[in-house]
C-alpha cells in the first residue's frame, strides 16, 4: 500500500472502516484534482453550488431512492419532530434550487455543480483504502434542460471526460451503455416507450463520439439509462469512473418545470454527471497508477530545495520563499544529511524536482536541477526553472 508510506491518508479505527483521513499532502493532490475540474466547469458554463450533508427524509421518498436505493443508505435520526438522512447523492438538494425560482426555456440549460460529500453504506468486508469508502465526494453535476438540448450537453460531458483522462495518463477506456430490463417493473419506473426513446439517444450519441461501447440489459439507474466510463489503470486494473445518467422521469415526479416558447409549463430532462464519480476514490486509484510518481500538477511537493553545507541555508530560504510566491509547493531539506542522503530520501517521496546550491550556485543565484528520474540538468537561474515547471504544470505533463 502507497498511500500510507507516501503519507497521503489515513484509515483509523476509532474513526471507523470506510471513512479515510486525508493528510495534508493527501488534500494537496485532492484539491489539485478539483481545481482542474473546475477549471474544465468553468469553461463549459457550469455553477458551482454548496449544499448540507444532511436532508429531510421524506425528499428521499418522493424521488424514489428510499424504495431503490435504501439498503445504501444509513439509518434515519430525528431532529426535533422530523427524521432526516445523510445524504446518499446530491441530486434533491440540486433540484430544490432549480425549483426555487421560475425558469423560462431560454434559461436552460442550467448546469448546477458540486464537489458533494456523500454517504453510503458498503459491507465492512468490501472496504479496502481509498477505493471502497463510506464517505465519498462525487464530482457531480445535473443539469436540467430541453429535450433539444440532451445530445450536445452529452457531447459537452464526454469532451470534459475525455480532457480529465488525457490529463491523468489514462488512455485505455471504453463505456457501457446500461438500459433497463423491460420485463423488471418493480426496480424501473415503468414507460416502455420514454425507455425505449432515452437508450436510442444515449446509443446515437454514444456513436457519434466514436466511443468503444457494450450495452448492458437490467444495469440501468432506476429513473434512467446511464453511460459508464470503464478505465483501464496501468497496472490492468479495470474502474468504472465517469458516469452520464439521462434522467426523463425525475422532474416530472417532482414537478419540476419551465415555462416553454408557447407559454406552456413543461418537465425539463435531467443529465446527472460524475466526473470521475468519486474524488477519492480516483485519489486512491492515482496514487497505485503513477506508482506514487504524481505528475508535477498533481505532486504535493513539487521541489525539495537541497543546501549541501549549513553555509549554503540562508540561499535555500530564499530560493523557496521565491518559489513558493510564484506558486510552487516548495520544501527545503535542511536535514544534518548528506546531500546524497537528502537526493535519495526525497527520490523514496517520489518528488519530481531537487534544486542543490552549494558555493557556486550561492555565488551565481541559480541552482543545480536535478529530476526523480536522476537527470541532471545543471544550475540554472530561478526565473529559468520556473518558466519550465510552470509550462509542465500548465499542460498536465
Ligand atoms: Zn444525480
Redesign the pocket.
Known sequence: MLGPQLDLFVINDDIGKGLPLLTPKGTIIRNAILTYERKLEAEMGFSEVWTPNIAKSDIYKRTGHWDHYRDVMYAPFGIDNETYVLKP???PHHYMIYASRPRSYRDLPIRLSEPGTCYRYEKSGELGGLTRVRALTID?S?ILMREDQIHEEFDHCISMVRKMFAAFGLKDYFVRLSLNDPSDAVKYIADADTWKRAGETLETIIKDNELTYEAGRGEASFYGPKIDFMVRDAIGRLWQMSTLQLDLFMAKRLGLVYTDSDGKEKHPVIL?RGLTGSIERTLGILIEHFAGAFPLWLAPVQVVIIPIAERHTEAARKAVESLRRAGIRTEADERNESMQSKIRDNTLQKVPYFGIIGDRETKDGTIAVRTRQGEDLKAMSLENFLIRIRNEIEHKL
Request: proline share 0%.
Open positions: 447523492m446530491n441530486c457531480d445535473h446527472h
